[in-house]
């Protein structure tokens, strides 16, 4: 991805990130690359199922339209059974990526150019 451009979806939190030195949400590496966070459900999957999303050679500007959603999702990931407690996603359901999502990716990678990724790195190198 940091030599060709692409994007990387992982669940939130996820150890790749430090182990690879991924940048958090709100922060760029010297790749030019960025770290969004999002919701599946924004996609249409039932559970919030936090999501990193690392980009290289496309900005944020330049990205696929965000379905952004405030309404509450009717499902969780997991609970604490309180009493405000939703059921549960099934282990496949937390497998499986929304095809509105998968769709979403498709043309977010399409938008990650090489030459994007080239242009950032140069003007990281400048900024320094």
């Known amino acids: ?70 309404a509450e999702a009717t499902h969780v990931v997991q609970s604490r059974k309180r009493e405000d407690y939703r059921p549960h996603i099934t282990k496949a359901e937390r497998e499986h990526t929304p095809p509105e999502l998968a769709t979403w990716l498709v043309e977010l990678a399409r938008r990650c150019k090489l030459q994007n990724a080239e242009a950032m790195r140069h003007a990281r190198k400048e900024e320094s």
């Open 1 to 70: 991805m940091r030599e060709y451009g692409g994007v990387l979806e992982h669940p939130a939190g996820s150890t790749l990130w430090p182990a690879q030195r991924l940048p958090r949400p709100g922060e760029r590496d010297a790749f030019g690359g960025w770290t969004l966070a999002a919701p599946q459900k924004w996609w249409g999957h039932k559970a919030e199922k936090e999501t990193w999303f690392y980009v290289v050679g496309c900005e944020p500007c330049e990205m696929p339209y965000l379905p952004y959603s405030m």
